[in-house]
């Protein structure tokens, strides 16, 4: 555990824009994606066809209001427990961010916010004897990403 994680203060908002979901009709993985300039919200499914699109809110930054899954109440399909809680990630980006902190030894924190991803986190994610425990979570998390 010599690595080194150099925090990159992205909020959970930096990974809104593509979601990967279940899908509601085949229950393999979807995409819930938003287009800015059409300012919707799409959700397709490329093993069944599914697809539907619905009207995004978006703020004064153009940034979504709300994660794009959340426009059609579907379930993450990055989702797993660990013990008492649940370790989640919208997509791949969000999951390789996490394992990157979870896994290294040194975690370099600059320029705080109080509203960064990894200053929201909930405790156990900090934790070092969570540590091995998560990275094994992670694991089986990247198995779902093929």
Known sequence: MNTRFADKNFR????????WVVCPSCEK??????NRDARLVRLFCVQCGYNKEVSAAF???GA?????????DASLWLLARFRNNIVWAYNDKHLAYLKAY?????REHKNR???????????FYHEARNREALRKVIERLEQKLN
Do not use: M
Request: glycine fraction near 10%; avoid cysteine.
């Open 29 to 34: 993985r979807a995409i819930a994606k938003a």
């Open 64 to 72: 979504l209001v709300t994660a794009a899954h959340g426009y059609f």
């Open 12 to 19: 959970l908002s930096d990974f809104y824009n593509e979601v």
């Open 113 to 123: 916010t109080h509203y960064t991803l990894l200053e929201k986190l909930p405790r």
């Open 102 to 106: 979870i896994g290294a030894g040194l």
């Open 59 to 61: 703020g004064k930054t």
